[in-house]
């Protein structure tokens, strides 16, 4: 079983930056190739959308909507999945989800969530 962790997100001013992390609780699922994680982001009344993807081979692939502000990446020494998030936008608020998966990044079948953490934007 595989557990994850997000932070604490927060209320912030538009323009600023965030970071979100999320641990994993099984120690060797960052060490497995094969393997993927990702962050996705839910607003209120809409569906959840896929936000970034990244492999035990440190490709990812990014939502239009997040490319070039947000930037995934990972530090299996530490077991644990980034997210940041630069230049918030008003529309960037929403409910943020981790997720993990077994498959390569175009056959991930995201398996495991976190409980999510809210992310909330002002303008």
């Known amino acids: 079983q595989v557990q994850l962790v997000e932070s604490v997100g927060g209320s912030v001013q538009a323009g600023v930056s965030l970071r979100l992390s999320c641990r994993v609780s099984r120690y060797s699922y960052m060490r497995w190739s094969r393997r993927c994680m990702g962050w996705f982001r839910q607003t209120l009344g809409k569906e959840r959308e896929e936000g970034e993807v990244i492999d035990s081979d440190d490709r990812s692939r990014y939502a239009d909507s997040m490319k070039g502000r947000f930037t995934i990446y990972q530090d299996t020494a530490k077991n644990t999945l980034y997210l940041q998030m630069n230049s918030l936008k008003p529309e960037d608020t929403a409910m943020y989800y981790c997720?993990?998966?077994?498959?390569?990044?175009?056959?991930?079948?995201?398996?495991?969530w976190g409980q999510g953490t809210q992310v909330t934007v002002s303008s």
């Open positions: 997720a993990a998966g077994w498959g390569t990044i175009a056959t991930v079948d995201f398996s495991y």
